[in-house]
Nanobody, 116 residues
Framework: QLQLVESGGGLVQAGGSLRLSCTASVPIVSFNTVGWYRQAPGKQRKLVATITRSDSTIYVDSVKGRFTISRDNAKNTVYLQMNSLKPEDTAVYYC??????????WGQGTQVTVSS
């Protein structure tokens, strides 16, 4: 069964770091794109970062210079390294994969809370 499993969320003080992991049940090289969205309470889910099959990366402006997306194809895992965290980064972070069929699959989400 095709699924994504996230880990690495938690509680951290402002200025701290966390690394999120997303492990797929199939080779991630089979995905067109893979990355992370986040959803804060009462707000819409928004794209944070994505990486394509050609290793191009895209970041939302608010995380540029602080977050880094990367992947380990051998481990079928995508990472989101988050540095210099701010309280406004608090959200549930969802891993997603864009398939070549144009479908999208989602992980279950992991909570990131940044205290001031």
């Amino acid at each position: 069964q095709l699924q994504l499993v996230e880990s690495g969320g938690g509680l951290v003080q402002a200025g701290g770091s966390l690394r999120l992991s997303c492990t797929a049940s199939v080779p991630i090289v089979s995905f067109n794109t893979v990355g992370w969205y986040r959803q804060a309470p009462g707000k819409q889910r928004k794209l944070v970062a994505t990486i394509t099959r050609s290793d191009s990366t895209i970041y939302v402006d608010s995380v540029k210079g602080r977050f880094t997306i990367s992947r380990d194809n051998a481990k079928n895992t995508v990472y989101l390294q988050m540095n210099s965290l701010k309280p406004e980064d608090t959200a549930v972070y969802y891993c997603y994969a864009g398939l070549l069929t144009a479908a999208t699959i989602w992980g279950q989400g992991t909570q990131v809370t940044v205290s001031s």
